[in-house]
């Protein structure tokens, strides 16, 4: 398992840990948006990569993901966790949708 800025969590099996990236754009055609209208971010972070599943015949599936790839995730992916007062998001590698640039 690889860490990032040192998050006390080690991902299980094909889990891994991502912090989500902030919009930058706060405003969309001269409306202001407030936090408890805006949609939940869809790309982030990796900040801790679980070692792999096992495939059928007991063989680790070592993942695709590494420590510090920027990617896109689904809107409803994963499970949201709190840890040293940051918000994380948990999910399974197959819930990443892609890595960005």
Known sequence: MATK???AVKPLADRVVVRALEETEQ???GLYIPDTAKEKPQQGE???VGPGKFDDKGNRV???VKVGDKVLYG???G???TLDNEQY???READVLAIVG
């Open 89 to 91: 998001l948990i999910l």
């Open 46 to 48: 990796i900040i801790a």
């Open 62 to 64: 070592p993942m695709d």
């Open 5 to 7: 800025n040192a998050v």
């Open 75 to 77: 809107k409803y992916s």
């Open 79 to 81: 499970t949201e966790v």
């Open 27 to 29: 405003m969309r055609g």
